[in-house]
């Protein structure tokens, strides 16, 4: 699954995890969420150590179910992502938030391996929905474009435009600064000292 940050990934993945429970109480699942921490010390470790926890806590003859929520987290996660999914008993799901899940190349290294879900904001016909402002679509269209169908924008907005609009600067600094710069190693301009 690959979206921005803060769009549901890992609550859909979560949902995912419970749905496999109750159809099977003693399904094999290994979640691992990067950004938790108390799985801080595999982000601090290498693709491969990490590959050999997953694979030292699998359960023998059975489907193992790995998740990991955040994988852009790992250096070289493409190795762990190809090196778990050529196992026989694992059955991969990964979330990811960085512009390398978001672009076409992890699609080309696990071409024809690999099925994407791109969790996206709310469409207009969601957020009518989630906020319950029918009655009024011209009114709501307006306040849509202003949080930009953003889940917790559209939660913040409710408690006034404010909230709504300092959760946007953040998460749009946020997206530039982990995603944009970092990946496309764009500076930041220093102003000019003069002499």
Do not use: C
Not at 38 to 64: G, V
Not at 118 to 125: K, M, T
Not at 151 to 167: I, K
Not at 168 to 175: E, H, V
Request: no cysteine; proline share 5%; aromatic share 14%.
């Amino acid at each position: 699954m690959s979206g921005v940050v803060e769009h549901g990934k890992s609550t859909l993945m979560m949902q995912f995890q419970d749905l496999l429970r109750k159809d099977n109480g003693k399904v094999p699942i290994q979640a691992i969420n990067m950004d938790m921490p108390e799985f801080r010390f595999l982000a601090e470790k290498n693709w491969k150590e990490i590959y050999d926890y997953i694979i030292k806590h699998l359960k023998k003859n059975a489907t193992n179910y790995v998740f990991i929520d955040e994988v852009q987290n790992v250096p070289e996660f493409e190795k762990l992502l190809e090196g778990l999914y050529i196992h026989p008993n694992i059955d991969l799901y990964v979330t990811g938030s960085n512009a390398f899940l978001l672009s076409s190349e992890l699609a080309t290294l696990l071409t024809g391996r690999a099925y994407e879900i791109n969790v996206l904001p709310f469409s207009f016909a969601e957020y009518l929905e989630f906020t319950g402002k029918g009655t009024n679509p011209d009114r709501a269209f307006a306040e849509y474009l202003r949080t930009g169908g953003f889940p917790e924008a559209v939660r913040l907005s409710t408690e006034g435009n404010h909230f709504a609009n300092q959760y946007l600067q953040m998460f749009f600094k946020n997206i530039y600064d982990n995603d944009i710069s970092k990946r496309y190693t764009i500076m930041p301009k220093n102003p000019i000292t003069r002499l």
